[in-house]
């Protein structure tokens, strides 16, 4: 048992590395593009980064290969992806929207933690959350200046932005079958979270339960297949092109070792 | 007709999934939503409890024995007492005092298996005058034997049930059917499986619809709520080791 545990165990080791290497190849003294398209060069690399780290996430936690948790991860992935290629349709206008909204976002929740120290409430770790947030808002632009959108950031819906990049299957087969699972809806905690009790006096009554199942490896293909996704977006818009192997190409050399790891282990 | 093996599962339907939907604002209405002057009860919520004393009798008195029992009392309610819904638990608790006048003691006898076994095991008013020689315990037993047999309305125990209010409906008429549509009830009966059967159960359920009527106020619904209600404090969860 120890030895296919240390097999999965190097599995996530070699995808997290080859998932570390694509980011900073790109990333490190990367300058690729137009140096006057700041608020572009920044978007995009720090999606990047983002999703990169969000497959790393999941490669190295092998716990969270299941229904319960990959999901959350997965739909962050897919939804990153939609807006980077949103994004790409119009960058110069769409990145700097992109980082107004942010910014815009983190002004109000400032307000808001403004506002209950106001009205009384008394926490130095509030004044300290208060004082990081304008920093860092302050460090991009003064607050003064900044929008506060109480809409969708895009202004459109995320069916739509799919639409407009031309891949609305994105939406309906990947996006919104994990989105139950990110806000905890019955199609999702009535196959996961729910056991049907066998008493008829009972009416068939859903009783809550973890589904406990071994993890499942497909999940982690699925974040290789999203962060090659944006690599080849990135890949694309810059004209860049590596030798290093793809994470899908990385996953299956992977899965392959991994595979005659655990029979051996089993024979 | 050779019989259908039971499946596991419904099949996918051989039309779109979504024909014939209507949209309302954010929301795509199926076409039997949209039908007018409809409302959509639960069977096993409002119907069930209603009468499930039927499937006490049958149990007790073999299936033929127990149609003849009910049916021949049903009718003789309905031709003393036509505005009452007797087939229904809550109907006859409610109207205890006709019952006793309309019945004789023999024929109250034959019925108070059931509901001595409701009135020990629930506690509800109107049923004073059934007797049993059942305690308690085992007045509840055969109330769970019956609900665990019978709660099933795609299955045989629960469609002879309706069946059995429909044939009492029949024969008093209170029911009546046009020429070549009336259930064969017998498929039911004897022939369960087949493609026959099948076609009568869907049948006995239309009609069952059309014909137990929900008024949707609160009385109506208390017997059910208290009878799901006490099912659920007294007995357990149970557990299909083999379910995923």
Known sequence: MSTQYDAIGRFGFRLCQNISDNLTERTADFRGGDGFETAVNSVLSTLLARQSALAIGLAESPLTWSGHIAPLV???????????????????????????YGLGTEKLLTAHYQQKLEDGFEGADVKRIMEANMAWIESQQFQMFIAVNLGSWSGSSVRKMCD???????????????????????????????????????????????????????????????????????????????????????????????????????? | MPKKEKKGRRPIPNYPILEGHV????????????????????????IFPEIVWVGILLEWYG????????????????????????????????????????????????????????????????????????????????????????????????????????????????????????????AIVIDWGSDRAEMAACSVRACSMAFFPHDGSEESEDWCKHFWRKNYQTSSCEWNEHAI
């Open chain 2, 23 to 46: 949209r309302d604002k954010k929301k795509l209405i199926p076409p039997i939503l949209g039908i007018p002057q409809t409302t959509f009860i639960s069977t096993i919520d409002l």
């Open chain 1, 74 to 100: 997965l739909r962050s992935m897919i939804d990153l992806l939609i807006t980077y290629r949103w994004i790409l349709l119009d960058p110069r206008q769409r990145s700097q929207e992109y980082i107004s």
């Open chain 1, 164 to 267: 407009e990049i031309g891949d609305p299957d994105l939406y309906k087969f990947s996006y919104t079958p994990f989105s139950s699972c990110v806000h905890n809806m019955w199609n999702h905690v009535g196959k996961w979270n729910a056991r049907t009790c066998d008493n008829p006096l009972h009416k068939q009554h859903a009783v809550g339960v973890i589904r406990d199942v071994w993890p499942i490896v497909d999940f982690v293909f699925r974040a290789c297949k999203y962060l090659e996704l944006v690599l080849d977006e990135f890949d694309r818009y810059y004209e860049y092109s590596s030798n290093l192997d793809t994470p899908i190409t990385a996953f299956n050399a992977a899965v392959q070792e991994l595979s005659e790891e655990w029979e051996k282990e089993d024979d």
């Open chain 2, 63 to 186: 299936l033929r024995e127990g149609i003849e029992v009910i049916s021949k009392i049903l009718k003789k309610l309905w031709n003393a007492q036509t505005n009452v819904n007797w087939y229904r638990f809550s109907e006859i608790a409610a109207n205890g005092d006709k019952l006793t006048i309309i019945l004789n003691e023999e024929e109250l006898a034959n019925i108070s298996v059931a509901f001595a076994a409701f009135r020990l095991t629930y506690d509800w008013p109107g049923l004073e005058w059934a007797t049993s020689h059942d305690e308690a315990e085992e007045a509840k037993r055969r109330v769970e034997l019956t609900v665990r047999k019978y709660a099933n309305r795609f299955d045989q125990p629960y469609l002879t049930v309706v069946s059995t209010i429909i044939y009492a409906m029949a024969i008093a008429d209170k029911m009546k059917f046009a020429t070549g549509t009336v259930p064969d009830i017998e």
